[in-house]
Nanobody
Framework: QVQLVESGGGLVQPGGSLRLSCVAS????????MNWYRQAPGKQRELVAT???????NYADSVQGRFTISRDNAKKTVYLQKNRLKPEDTAVYYC?????????WGQGTQVAVSS
């Protein structure tokens, strides 16, 4: 059974940093496009960052220059390094993996940015 398990969320002060991890029990993980999404209370889920199978990355304007997505194919893990966090980054963060018709989601990890 395919699973994506996120970790690394928590409470952090504005300006702080967190690193989220997503471990995937997926065959041929390296062939997947991996995404991080987030959903804040009362808002729609939004795409935060993408990393392709070739390692190309893309970011939402709101996190460009502050967040970095990376992957370790040997560990079947995708990361989201989040720096200079703002209160508006508060959300549940979800890991997503896509390859062809395969589309898998994790359960999410809560991130709260508050003083």
């Amino acid at each position: 059974q395919v699973q994506l398990v996120e970790s690394g969320g928590g409470l952090v002060q504005p300006g702080g940093s967190l690193r989220l991890s997503c471990v995937a029990s997926i065959g041929f993980f390296s062939g997947y496009v991996m995404n991080w999404y987030r959903q804040a209370p009362g808002k729609q889920r939004e795409l935060v960052a993408t990393i392709t199978s070739g390692g190309h990355t893309n970011y939402a304007d709101s996190v460009q220059g502050r967040f970095t997505i990376s992957r370790d194919n040997a560990k079947k893990t995708v990361y989201l390094q989040k720096n200079r966090l703002k209160p508006e980054d508060t959300a549940v963060y979800y890991c997503n993996g896509i390859r062809g018709t395969d589309d898998y989601w994790g359960q999410g990890t809560q991130v709260a940015v508050s003083s």
